[in-house]
């Protein structure tokens, strides 16, 4: 009743429309604080259900498409300078003060997934890695299991270390726990749940070094 009656009065209605943008954009804004600085493209889509979480957006930074989910409170993602992210690309983070950080002029082709989840997890990746397409980067399992005998949870979520200048090739996973060391290759189809040392190559699920001494480029081959 009242809405109609509001809708027949045009200033009524607009007053009443410009109320609850302001209220809906202070409500976003509690739920995710966005810091952007100069240049480069930025396309969103946001689900946020929480409170006091950050996002920051580097200079020149690509994002095209991407897609945020955050459920939980006090939770950070940070995109450094000059990072290139392709379309279909997802960045979730399910718990609270959990942290996702991709360093400054690392790049990803398209459909790379990040899961942080459980309180304090954390992704970190180093500048200037190079991921390829449809990889899978997770804190957690995302269900518990439990010892039979003593009913504890065996399965604990473990963060996610990604050195400087790393390259991840397609329809790889890197799994909780999993720390890489600069300039390490990871092959296609590569599982990764432990560490890997820097300057290795490694393929294979689970992942294993097949070769030591390697480094790499950004330049292509033809």
């Known amino acids: 009743m009242i809405k ?19 209220l809906r ?20 889509s946001k689900y946020v259900k929480g409170r006091e979480n950050r996002m920051e957006i580097g200079h020149n930074c690509y994002l095209n498409g991407v897609k945020i989910r955050i459920v939980g409170n006090y939770n950070t993602i940070i995109f450094k300078n000059n990072c290139a992210v392709g379309q279909n690309c997802s960045f979730w983070m399910e718990g609270n003060h959990i942290t996702i950080e991709i360093g400054a002029s690392t790049t990803f082709t398209h459909t790379v997934h990040f899961c942080a989840q459980e309180d304090n997890s954390s992704i970190r990746i180093g500048e200037d890695c190079m991921f390829s397409n449809n990889i899978v980067v997770r804190t957690s399992d995302s269900h518990p299991i439990y010892d039979l005998n003593t009913r504890q949870r065996i399965n604990p979520a473990k963060n996610v270390s990604i050195g400087r200048h790393v390259w991840i090739a397609p ?11 600069n300039n390490a290759i990871i092959g296609s189809n590569t599982i990764i749940t432990n560490e890997i040392p820097c300057n290795c190559l490694a393929v294979g699920a689970p992942g294993k070094i097949v070769k030591t001494d390697v480094d790499w480029t950004r330049e292509k081959l033809f």
């Open 25 to 44: 954009k202070d409500l976003l804004h509690k739920q995710l604080k966005i810091k952007r600085f100069g240049g480069g493209y930025c396309k969103l």
């Open 171 to 181: 329809n790889t996973k890197i799994m909780k726990g999993a720390k890489i060391g």
């Open 4 to 22: 109609s009656v509001v809708k027949k009065i045009p200033f009524a209605f607009t007053l009443s429309q410009k109320i609850h943008d302001l």
